[in-house]
């Protein structure tokens, strides 16, 4: 079973709407984290925001924000007043326990965001 | 400035040939680790290790193999025994036993085979 899943595998949204990236997650795990990264056409792995399982507010980073529904399992990304420079790739990953060197991430397949002027 | 290096950034390969790709950090991580990038499959990861002389296969280790002789060196080789390697390759690294720290990423290899 896929332990990240992300539905959209591309999206068009026009300058300035905000936008909601989807992902569900499965592990039976109480602690965990969940991540969000953004991959331009270069190539790089940017880290955009963090939320634990154990937060008990939705992380925010600037225009970022993620929306943590734990019961529903589900860790949308949303960028609001969204620009032409957050075309790019999206991932949703994440780590399973807390425990010393259980540091590997799982990625999802990603959702590739178009901005259109 | 800290960072992760990789190199080269992009590699063309000969059927039954070996290659190496280099990874280098200098942030202090204990952790690194290895990934490949195909086209709607997302990164999966290929090897990673917590500590220097010791690593563990990921979940598409058959083909490749690593070493880590030094803290700040993960290489990884792509044997003729992967069948299909052409992919982008992508290194990172994480201190160890942060919950909340993500992965700082190299700017990753593309892989061809001609």
């Known amino acids: 079973a896929q332990k990240i899943t992300q539905t959209q595998p591309g999206m068009f949204v026009q300058e300035k709407e905000a936008v909601t990236l989807d992902c569900t997650y499965d592990?039976?795990?109480?602690?965990?984290?969940l991540f969000w990264y953004k991959q331009p056409s270069s190539g790089e792995m940017i880290f955009l925001i963090y939320?634990?399982?154990?937060?008990?507010q939705n992380a925010t980073e600037g225009r970022y924000s993620l929306n943590f529904q734990k019961a529903r399992k589900s860790a949308n990304l949303v960028i609001s007043a969204s620009q032409l420079g957050d075309s790019a790739m999206y991932f949703c990953?994440?780590?399973?326990?807390?425990?010393?060197?259980?540091?590997?991430?799982?990625f999802g397949t990603g959702t590739r965001l178009t901005i259109i002027p | 400035d800290g960072g992760i290096t990789q190199s080269p950034k992009y590699l063309f390969r000969k059927e039954g040939q070996n290659v190496t790709l280099s990874c280098e950090q200098n942030?202090?991580?204990?952790?690194m680790y290895w990934y490949r990038q195909d086209p709607g499959q997302g990164l999966r990861l290929i090897y990673y290790?917590?500590?220097?002389?010791?690593?563990q296969k990921g979940d598409i280790a058959e083909g490749y193999s690593v070493s880590r002789e030094k803290k700040e060196s993960f290489p990884l080789t792509v044997t003729s025994a992967q069948k299909n390697p052409t992919a982008f390759y992508l290194c990172?690294?994480?201190?160890?036993?942060?919950?909340?720290?993500?992965?700082?990423f190299g700017s990753g290899t593309r892989l061809t085979v001609v």
């Open positions: 990172a690294s994480s201190p160890r036993g942060a919950l909340g720290y993500g992965y700082t």
């Open positions: 592990t039976s795990d109480p602690s965990y984290g």
């Open positions: 990953a994440m780590r399973e326990g807390q425990s010393f060197g259980n540091e590997k991430l799982t």
């Open positions: 942030l202090n991580h204990d952790a």
């Open positions: 939320q634990g399982s154990y937060d008990q």
């Open positions: 290790s917590q500590i220097v002389n010791d690593f």
